[in-house]
């Protein structure tokens, strides 16, 4: 039965592929960045530039850089009381406040259970989501208490991408895109037909597969392409249906039209 629900799923999605989603361009504005990371409803801006994330609000920037670690690999603004930063090259987390002052560090090296880490997202409370290479699989990761709340079934295709809200984590691999619960249960799986990036917003996900991005609606589960100018997209994010593109040193801003 769940293997006819997923293929029933991917065939609706696949049907569906050819529907549209009308953009209009809201602003354009400069920022020199090396990459965004995220924006809030207030215009807050996360980016990353020298390996320092920087949160601009206002004209006003805070910093948090630590050289020690290396690169930053990833970085997660969801909850913005509990921002993570994810260095793969040291296999450690860093979670700030909302001061980008550093309250957690999570080295998986040095715990009792080591974990090879290579994929990391926001969960609730103080949890983080932690693609597990060790076991091939996604766990839900309580940092403060040393604790797998949650973990899947082992994945075998090569992990992509990873994306997450408070109830449900996305996990984009070469072969299928899977959505887990907050308990680790499969919530849908559909296949990965070229899809290499992820962005969440109230439940609903927008993927990239080459230069162009697709909507899919929680409610409908239809993947619709969204129609934009013909810019390269070197970054996306979404909030509360707003789009933002950062191409050549501009953060576009565009609204989703419903429908």
């Known amino acids: 039965m769940k293997y006819f629900f997923c293929l029933f799923y991917f065939i609706i999605c696949s049907i569906s592929a050819q529907e549209t989603i009308e953009t209009k361009l809201l602003s354009k504005i ?10 809030d409803s207030f215009k807050t801006l996360f980016f990353i530039k020298n390996n320092t994330l920087i949160k601009q609000q206002e004209g006003i920037n805070l910093k948090y850089s ?7 690999t990833s970085a997660n603004t969801f909850n913005p009381l509990k921002i993570n930063l994810f260095y793969k090259a040291f296999n450690t987390v860093i979670i700030l406040d909302n001061r980008l002052a550093e309250i957690f560090k ?33 766990e839900l990761y309580d940092y403060k208490a040393n604790h797998i709340r949650a973990k899947t079934l082992p994945i075998s295709s090569q992990v992509i991408d990873l994306t ?23 919530i849908s799986k559909i296949e990965n037909i070229g899809f290499t990036s992820i962005k969440e917003s109230d439940e609903n996900i927008i993927l990239k597969k080459e230069n162009t991005l697709y909507l899919i609606r929680e409610k409908s589960k239809k993947i619709q392409k969204i129609n ?28 989703i039209k419903p429908k």
């Open 66 to 72: 630590n050289l020690q670690l290396g690169n930053i």
């Open 106 to 138: 999570v080295d998986f090296n040095t715990l009792k259970a080591y974990k090879n880490v290579t994929h990391v997202a926001t969960g609730s409370d103080n949890t983080i989501w932690i693609f597990n290479q060790n076991l091939q699989q996604l």
């Open 164 to 186: 997450s809200n408070y109830n449900s984590c996305w996990l984009v691999t070469k072969d299928f895109i899977y959505q887990y619960n907050y308990t680790g249960s499969l």
């Open 228 to 255: 934009l100018p013909n810019l390269l997209i070197n970054q996306f994010l979404v909030t509360n249906q707003i789009l933002y593109i950062y191409t050549d040193g501009f953060l576009h801003e565009y609204q």
């Open 30 to 39: 400069e920022v020199k960045a090396d990459s965004i990371i995220g924006i």
